[in-house]
């Protein structure tokens, strides 16, 4: 089902629903006070749509899952239109994203503050080993973090990290690839709450397709330690889906021509 205008204006008190929709309608989103704008990290269509749909949106502050807090502190007004100048001031070159020319749209299609959501590599590895909850601290049972994930959903997840570490490490390891990416979604959700404290919303987040996931992503975790945000979750696909995806709406883009991941640990 594709998603219209009239939809737009009378779901807009509650985004509940899950819809196909076409870019345009990235001009008339429902209200809410978080809206999380998923992607394919090196899709750049994905970015332009980021930017659009920031233009529209207004926001009050922009959390980025790719940027600490100490990068999102170099962000000034003066940068954010010197493409250049901005991806030095970041080290985006160090940082294992894809070419800064996909990201740089989004910075400059809002004035609103910048806040980093990314955590140090060192708290994300030794949630592999000692557990989300053991790393990100006092407020884990806040976030959900101490409680154990239904085995169901456990068991996808770790199927998913197996599928995605091109099933070279056992599947009994994905364990803790699930912890850490339970304490990113956590980290991330965080500081989203700091955003909308901070500036009073809406805030947009910047974000992988896995964490804007309503099942077990950064909405899941929100609805537990923010029950009163009402968040809005887009994803960014390169493939028409077999059953309707986890998101509250979902577009469909060309994809990407990429190498395979795997193809070097199959040779």
Known sequence: MRFPFA??????AG???SDQITP??????????VVLLGEVHDNPLHHAHQAAALSEISPTAVVFEMLTPEQAARVT?????????????????????PDFSMYHPIFAASDAPIFGAALPREEVRRAFFDGAAAVFGTEAERYGL????????????????????CEAMPLEM???????????????????????QTTGGPVAVITGNGHARMDWGMPAVLAEAAPDLETLSIGQLEAAPEEAPPYNLWLVTAPVERDDPCAALVQ
């Not at 345009?24 to 006070?33: F, M, Q």
């Not at 007004?77 to 994203?97: F, K, M, P, V």
């Not at 409680?147 to 998913?160: F, H, I, N, T, Y």
């Not at 364990?175 to 955003?195: N, P, T």
């Open 7 to 12: 939809v737009a204006l009378t779901l807009s």
């Open 174 to 196: 994905m364990s803790g690839m699930v912890e850490a990416q339970r304490l990113r979604d956590a980290a991330f959700s965080r500081a989203v709450i700091e955003a909308y």
């Open 15 to 17: 985004p509940v629903f």
């Open 77 to 97: 007004r003066e940068l954010r239109g010197d493409e250049a100048a901005l991806a030095e001031a970041l080290e985006w070159d160090t940082s294992g994203w």
């Open 146 to 165: 101490t409680d154990p994930l239904p085995e169901k959903m456990q068991a996808d997840r770790q199927q998913m990290q197996f599928e995605a570490h």
């Open 24 to 33: 345009e309608a990235l001009s008339i989103l429902p209200r809410a006070d």
